[in-house]
């Protein structure tokens, strides 16, 4: 084999592995190889037709993400008319009885005769699209349109990995066009809005708006990052291939050329249809996509030609409905609810509305953000979707129904659980609740925040215990903690009076603390562990960080805008303060000394820089440490000296540009002489 027929080989193999794992991870669902070594094989068959680009080919998984954006989408005549299907709006069993009652008429049966036979499968919510294949090649996909022309939507088609580009037979026919549905499913739609809810960008009313958004992106790398599906349904033009007689043979053998088919469906009389129809209606919910209904078809083909169509719908298809998953109705209220994290969401209360199945009274606003972006008010008629188990929402305002006089809402500036400050930052997309530890609604996550081991460090208050205690309204706030007493808490369910002395004595020891473990464990919003210890080391008692402005909290090293307003409102709001008071005069001590950073660089940042003389890195570093400074990685304003040893960098360069005073290790260890004992 010359070279070149070796790398033709290998790109060969590589194209037909991928496509395998492809087939069995999204149409199978059964992945085959780790996410890894397909990511290996990918890169290899990249990098092989980036050295070769005489071997690219249009049927290349790497074709799946490529081109740039469209210009906009060219026209494409369906050699097939894409027809649509007749709708049977009666909801009941009556609606499958009426379709079998027309198709025996249209075909001259008498009641004696045998039961026509029928295909039943799911009415997809998607976006339908023309798959065209030539010699077993994706070479073209389109839209439906109008049913005559649709628009050619093949690069953002090729990145739907549901998809196969090269079907999986050695005898492709030379045309085969399969027809079928480009959908979400909830939880990728789910996701995929949460993604935009977080960045504050506008999200998809559902998942068939996003799936057809989706498809006609203009720009395919946007079309491939979303997590798009497919099920086949149906043919258009074929040549040379033997169709199958039935049409449940039709998707049997593309199940076989490796398209995704789905398997929720059925053949037989028109009671099997009843009872289809009624089986998915109490299984609608726990689908992982969306449909508005099932669909019957005439399973023989040769009865479907001899049924024809009546204008663009056959008379040979119908498909019923379920109750609708999205509906029209009014706000009543707007509240607001404050979550375990102290995040407010906002709910809408509605006029009671069957919809998705069920009668729904709240919709969630999702955030302070979305309610101000969908401007929802109280009086609005608005559009609720409830759709599998996630919680309704609602998704849009008809704004031409609003009456006169109705006001935006305004999210509160106080938490309504607990009247601390409801803050929303810049940039956040949520308002919180800064009460923290004093709000109810934040009761549990607080304690376990409180009892952590890098926080109080109390040993067997976990998750369980703390349920029960808040529960059983024995902890209200954390000053209860440590009024417990042993008879309480062995009154709680499963607990041992061994067990209950444990916790009583692990209560106790955590008395004895450190400043910067105190201060993490009163989950002020942005003050993490090492925040608490560079507050503790800068102000040296609590009293002075209690009673720190923005701006002398903005001195600390790493402390910007955003933490010093957080710490700021925090301790301004007298109940935070009467918590701090209560747990001292529980007998909560740390020894100020400790964390005071006594000593003659009390308060001061250093940064090391180049190879010291005598001292390691790590031995200068205790040695600042131990006379109360702060070891810095890098240069800024606030750095107080920087020691220099020899072959300094940048950082000494920084130093000398911002005016920061130098010392070598000699000065450094004079001025620590000066004063250590
Ligand atoms: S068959 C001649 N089967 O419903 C029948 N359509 O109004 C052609 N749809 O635009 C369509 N699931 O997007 C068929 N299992 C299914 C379907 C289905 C969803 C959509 C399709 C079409 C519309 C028909």
Redesign the pocket.
């Known amino acids: 084999m010359t070279a070149v027929a070796a790398v033709a080989a290998r790109v060969a193999e590589l194209r037909a592995s991928i496509a395998a794992h492809d087939h069995a991870y999204y149409v199978l669902d059964a992945p085959t190889v780790p996410d890894a070594e397909y990511d290996r094989l990918f890169r290899e068959l990249q990098a092989l037709e980036a050295e070769h680009p005489d071997l690219a080919t249009p049927d290349s998984p790497t074709r799946r993400v490529s081109g740039r954006p469209l210009e906009g989408f060219a026209p494409v005549t369906h050699r097939v008319a ?4 007749r709708t049977e709006t009666d909801t009941t069993e009556a609606g499958a009885r009426a379709f079998d009652g027309r198709v025996r008429r249209e075909l001259g049966l008498a009641d004696g005769d045998p039961p026509v036979v029928y295909a039943a ?8 699209v023309n798959l065209r294949y030539e010699d077993g090649v994706l070479v073209q996909a389109a839209t ?1 349109g109008d049913g005559e022309t649709g628009e050619d939507v093949t690069q953002n088609v090729r990145t739907i990995r549901a998809i196969p580009l090269r079907l999986t037979t050695d005898a492709p026919p030379p045309v085969l066009e399969v ?1 079928g ?1 480009v959908y979400l499913r909830r939880d990728d739609f789910e996701s995929l809005n949460e993604a935009a809810r977080n960045r504050g960008d506008k999200t998809f009313v559902n998942p068939r708006n996003a799936a057809a958004g989706s498809i006609r992106q203009l720009d395919p790398a946007i079309a491939a990052q979303r997590p798009l599906s497919f099920f086949a ?2 043919l258009g033009e074929t040549q040379g291939w033997a169709v199958p007689a039935t049409h449940s043979g039709v998707l049997d053998a593309l199940l076989v050329l490796g398209l995704p088919v789905c398997h929720e469906r059925t053949v037989g009389t028109v009671d099997d249809l009843i009872r289809f129809h009624a089986d998915i209606a109490a299984r609608r919910d726990a689908l992982p996509f969306d449909i508005d209904g099932v ?1 019957y ?1 005439v399973d023989s083909l040769a009865l479907q030609s001899q049924l024809g169509f009546v204008t663009r719908e ?1 008379r040979w ?1 119908v ?1 019923h409905k379920y109750p609708p998953q999205e509906m029209l109705t009014t706000v009543e209220a707007i509240e607001v609810q404050v979550g375990r994290t102290g995040k407010l969401t906002p709910v809408a209360r509605l006029a009671p509305v069957f919809v998705g199945g069920v009668t729904v009274t709240n919709a969630t606003l999702h955030n302070a953000s979305e309610i101000e972006r969908k401007d929802v008010r109280v009086g609005d008629t608005v559009i609720v979707r409830r759709a599998g188990d996630v919680i309704p929402e609602v998704v849009g305002v008809m704004p031409d129904r609003r009456p006169p006089g109705a006001a935006p809402f305004a999210m509160p500036c106080a938490c309504p659980v607990c009247g601390s400050l409801a803050v929303r930052e810049e940039g956040e997309v949520d308002s919180r609740c800064s009460g923290g530890l004093i709000c109810a609604a934040q009761r549990k996550q607080a304690l376990l925040h409180f009892a952590q081991r890098r926080a109080m460090d109390i040993d067997g208050l976990g998750e369980k215990i703390v349920e029960q205690l808040v529960d059983a309204g024995i902890v209200r706030t954390l000053p209860d903690l440590y009024r417990l007493g042993l008879l309480k808490l062995a009154e709680l369910e499963r607990m041992a009076e061994k067990s209950a002395a444990n916790l009583l004595a692990a209560i106790d020891a955590s008395r004895q603390t450190t400043l910067p473990r105190f201060l993490f464990a009163l989950g002020i919003r942005h003050v993490g562990e090492a925040t608490a210890k560079d507050l503790a080391r800068h102000f040296g008692t609590l009293d002075a960080l209690m009673d720190a402005s923005v701006e002398a909290l903005l001195q600390v090293e790493q402390v910007g805008p955003v933490v010093a307003e957080s710490i700021h409102t925090f301790f301004a709001q007298p109940h935070q303060r009467e918590v701090v008071e209560q747990l001292r005069a529980c007998g909560i001590r740390w020894s100020e000394g400790e964390a005071a950073a006594k000593g003659p660089l009390a308060g001061k940042t250093v940064v090391l820089t180049g190879t010291l003389p005598t001292l390691t890195r790590d031995a200068a570093q205790a040695l600042i440490e131990s006379c109360g400074g702060r070891v810095a990685g890098s240069v800024s304003a606030k750095t107080h000296f920087v020691v220099v040893g020899s072959e300094a960098g940048s950082k000494l360069a920084r130093a000398q540009a911002l005016g920061v005073p130098l010392l070598d290790e000699a000065g450094l260890l004079e001025l620590l002489g000066a004063v250590v004992p």
């Open positions: 894409m027809l649509s299907i499968e799911l009415k997809f919510d998607g976006l339908a439906r027809r549905e349904y149906g669909v078809k056959p298809a498909a």
